[in-house]
């Protein structure tokens, strides 16, 4: 008997202390997306990044992620609060449209995986035709006639896929994390304004 009380006694704290470790905000790498900037950019320094730069409430890293190298990371905070909201990533950039949607399709492959299936899906070139070949593809990349776009959402915020560009040479895949209660944060702030 009693070592049925000291086995519900131990189940019973270590629940407890899953609980308490478990967070109400999404997590990139991990890291729950939430708090000061400065003390998000000290837990991604250990996740090795090559940081970059501080600027304007943006922080801005380079380096691997999900296996992919060369990306560029960004963790955006609302300034007035500096309270972290969102993480984005930007792939390496593509120059045809067989390896960008490689990007994109794989990226969205392993987001099913770990969310489940997308709450919204939207993958079509904005014409009258589907283009036929490598070359037009990005294209209509590159003057914004594609939309392929990709959103998970979960209780603790969003995820959105999408490819996107800069300028005309540099297409990407971009990777996005919103936080849900730093977001209603930012749009709060954003009403008080109004």
Known sequence: MRKIILLLCCAIISSITFAQTETEHL???GIPIDGSLDSFVQKLKTQ????IS???GVAIFMGEFAAYKDCTIGIVSLKQKDLVCKAAVTFSSCKTWSSLSDNYFTIKGMLSKK?????V???EFQSHSEPDDDQMKMIYVQSDRC???TSFETSKGSIQLSISHQGYENCFVL??????INGEVVSN???DDL
Do not use: V
């Open 54 to 56: 501080k600027e304007n």
């Open 147 to 149: 939309k392929y776009q």
């Open 189 to 191: 702030e954003a009403m």
């Open 27 to 29: 997590t990139f790498k």
């Open 175 to 180: 990777l996005e994390y919103f936080d849900k």
């Open 115 to 119: 969310y489940g299936e997308p709450s």
């Open 121 to 123: 899906c939207i993958e």
């Open 48 to 51: 090795n990044l090559t940081y």
